[in-house]
């Protein structure tokens, strides 16, 4: 059981989001890096779409009310204790009662998951513990974590999985990926220049330090600007052209519907990617087939469903072991 003590820049409760709600405005949410998420709740016993803590930037700080099991998964935001004992990223800690951890922050990533044995219990609206504050929904009263609310593991009491490291060899963090950001252009081409695809990835683009939960800014040389269009469906990962030629790209707070013309969406299996881009980030971009983009969302799941059969082999040596011990 942890009590937040300072909520950081930005703590809240995700989980995979709830799709199905776009018709009625209400964007899919939940974790802006999914795939660290997974890893989090893979971790610590979870199943992939449990509740867990996102923890933005950091700054955060949690303290242990009981002892209890941590996962940290995504990015690596410095997490310690206040004794200075370092809890690496991609891995399960015991967080002794009366232990204070904290968010140093990091200057590469932007984003780190921590789960709790089980997940973290709390009540889903519309299928779904995230928290999209904007309208209210999910996490603890529809809005962030603040100081003085508590977190209460689905498996109170459970340490079973302490010391579980992530096998990287396995399935690498999408994030580690150095190459450009690939995504399948369309479908709005027909209302762009020509060659407005060319020049969106020759570019290299600054992530502007406006971005949030809902999208990135890329700042650069301004492409050439397409006329608005009637309003369509959006998804996450869309990369629309304003009128001033610098693009938007949509992440999982993002609207639902939207009048400038989208050039291109992000891959699936690239989105993790965007939630752990920082503002100053430079980053360019790649065009894929369509086949190949879910061939490697395919791939990707497939390492995620390796690397959980691996965790739970190592988690009953764990538990056979402590059972020898005791």
Same mark, same amino acid.
């Given at each position: 059981?942890?009590?937040?003590?300072?909520?950081?820049?930005?703590?809240?409760?995700?989980?995979?989001?709830?799709?199905?709600?776009?018709?009625?405005?209400?964007?899919?949410?939940?974790?802006?890096?999914?795939?660290?998420?997974?890893? @989090?709740?893979?971790?610590?016993?979870?199943?992939?779409?449990?509740?867990?803590?996102?923890?933005?930037?950091?700054?955060?700080?949690?303290?242990?009310?009981?002892?209890?099991?941590?996962?940290?998964?995504?990015?690596?935001?410095?997490?310690?204790?206040?004794?200075?004992?370092?809890?690496?990223?991609?891995?399960?800690?015991?967080?002794?009662?009366?232990?204070?951890?904290?968010?140093?922050?990091?200057?590469?990533?932007?984003?780190?998951?921590?789960?709790?044995?089980?997940?973290? &219990?709390?009540?889903?609206?519309?299928?779904?513990v995230s928290t999209y504050a904007t309208a209210g929904l999910g996490g603890i009263d529809g809005r962030a974590?603040?100081?003085?609310?508590?977190?209460?593991?689905?498996?109170?009491?459970?340490?079973?999985?302490?010391?579980?490291?992530?096998?990287?060899? @396995?399935?690498?963090?999408?994030?580690?990926?150095?190459?450009?950001?690939?995504?399948?252009?369309?479908?709005?081409?027909?209302?762009?220049?020509?060659?407005?695809?060319?020049?969106?990835? @020759?570019?290299?683009?600054?992530?502007?330090?406006?971005?949030?939960?809902?999208?990135?800014?890329?700042?650069?040389?301004?492409?050439?600007?397409?006329?608005?269009?009637?309003?369509?469906?959006?998804?996450?990962?869309?990369?629309?052209?304003?009128?001033?030629?610098?693009?938007?790209?949509?992440?999982?707070?993002?609207?639902?519907?939207?009048?400038?013309?989208?050039?291109?969406?992000?891959?699936?299996?690239?989105?993790?990617?965007?939630?752990?881009?920082?503002?100053?980030?430079?980053?360019?971009?790649?065009?894929?087939?369509?086949?190949? &983009?879910?061939?490697?969302?395919?791939?990707?799941? @497939?390492?995620?469903?390796?690397?959980?059969?691996?965790?739970?082999?190592?988690?009953?040596?764990?538990?056979?072991?402590?059972?020898?011990?005791?």
């Amino acid at each position: 059981m942890l009590e937040v003590v300072d909520p950081g820049l930005l703590l809240t409760l995700q989980d995979l989001g709830r799709p199905g709600w776009a018709h009625l405005g209400i964007p899919v949410s939940g974790a802006a890096d999914a795939w660290g998420m997974a890893a @989090a709740n893979l971790l610590a016993g979870a199943p992939v779409d449990a509740a867990a803590v996102e923890v933005t930037l950091g700054g955060a700080e949690l303290l242990a009310r009981e002892t209890c099991l941590i996962a940290l998964g995504g990015g690596d935001l410095g997490a310690e204790r206040d004794d200075g004992l370092a809890l690496s990223a991609g891995a399960a800690h015991r967080v002794p009662a009366g232990a204070r951890l904290r968010f140093a922050g990091s200057q590469s990533v932007l984003r780190a998951y921590l789960g709790l044995a089980g997940g973290v &219990a709390a009540h889903r609206v519309l299928g779904s513990v995230s928290t999209y504050a904007t309208a209210g929904l999910g996490g603890i009263d529809g809005r962030a974590l603040r100081s003085g609310d508590v977190l209460v593991p689905v498996r109170r009491g459970d340490l079973a999985g302490a010391g579980l490291s992530w096998p990287a060899e @396995a399935a690498p963090h999408p994030a580690t990926a150095t190459g450009p950001i690939l995504f399948v252009p369309g479908p709005d081409l027909r209302h762009l220049d020509a060659d407005v695809v060319d020049a969106f990835t @020759a570019a290299t683009w600054r992530i502007g330090r406006a971005g949030d939960r809902m999208g990135l800014r890329l700042e650069g040389t301004p492409l050439p600007a397409g006329r608005e269009i009637v309003s369509h469906a959006l998804v996450p990962g869309a990369i629309q052209l304003p009128s001033g030629g610098q693009p938007l790209v949509l992440l999982v707070d993002g609207p639902t519907v939207g009048g400038y013309p989208v050039l291109g969406v992000v891959t699936r299996a690239e989105m993790p990617r965007l939630g752990q881009l920082r503002p100053g980030a430079a980053v360019r971009f790649r065009a894929e087939e369509p086949h190949r &983009a879910r061939a490697a969302w395919r791939a990707q799941q @497939a390492g995620l469903a390796r690397a959980a059969e691996v965790l739970a082999s190592d988690a009953l040596w764990h538990r056979l072991a402590d059972h020898a011990g005791g």
